[in-house]
């Protein structure tokens, strides 16, 4: 597969092809292994950088104090991002998977597309796949990057259970 493949369902058709993809780290190791997940189909998946106090404040000058907080962590890590300079718009992309039922994940999407669009900056592009749909709105590389993330986060998983019972901590 190429990274080339991986594109989204939208009124006009953007793709991953030449973009960095940032993935949110609520947790390091399963961002860790889904930006290898994205590497080893030809996409550049790259670990969002860490939440702060500056990137805290980058976010809530888009929000009310209402939204669900992790939601104001992973918008501040791509405000970052783009408030860095080093990639263009068209080189930029960070993922945003969604899901329904009652919890405002579902919305993170819209809002964060609503502030890029105020920005300026439409050629970002908001990478929202979903199970609904079994992903298929990743393209044709859906198959081997739910397989390779499925089998990286069960590996890391049982890492960590292994360096818990021995009481040891795991580096890198």
């Not at 493949?5 to 793709?15: F, P």
């Not at 009310?64 to 991002?81: A, R, W």
């Not at 393209?139 to 890391?156: E, K, P």
Request: hydrophobic share 35%.
């Amino acid at each position: 597969m190429n990274g080339a493949d991986v594109s989204i369902r939208q009124k006009e058709e953007k793709t991953l092809r030449g973009r960095t993809l940032f993935i949110p780290r609520m947790s390091i190791e399963g961002a860790a292994t889904m930006a290898a997940a994205f590497r080893a189909v030809g996409v550049n998946g790259q670990i969002a950088p860490e939440s702060d106090a500056h990137s805290l404040e980058l976010a809530r000058h888009y929000t009310i104090g209402e939204e669900c907080y992790p939601e104001i962590v992973t918008l501040g890590s791509f405000l970052k991002v783009l408030e860095n300079g080093d990639l263009e718009p068209e080189e930029t992309a960070f993922l945003m998977p969604t899901a329904g039922g009652p919890c405002r994940f579902g919305q993170y999407k819209q809002l964060y597309e609503q502030i890029l669009s105020e920005r300026g900056l439409e050629n970002v592009l908001v990478l929202s796949p979903t199970s609904a749909d079994g992903y298929a709105g990743m393209g044709g590389n859906a198959g081997d990057l739910t397989r390779l993330g499925w089998w990286g986060i069960v590996c890391d998983h049982c890492r960590g259970n292994i360096f818990r019972r021995s009481g040891r901590v795991p580096s890198g």
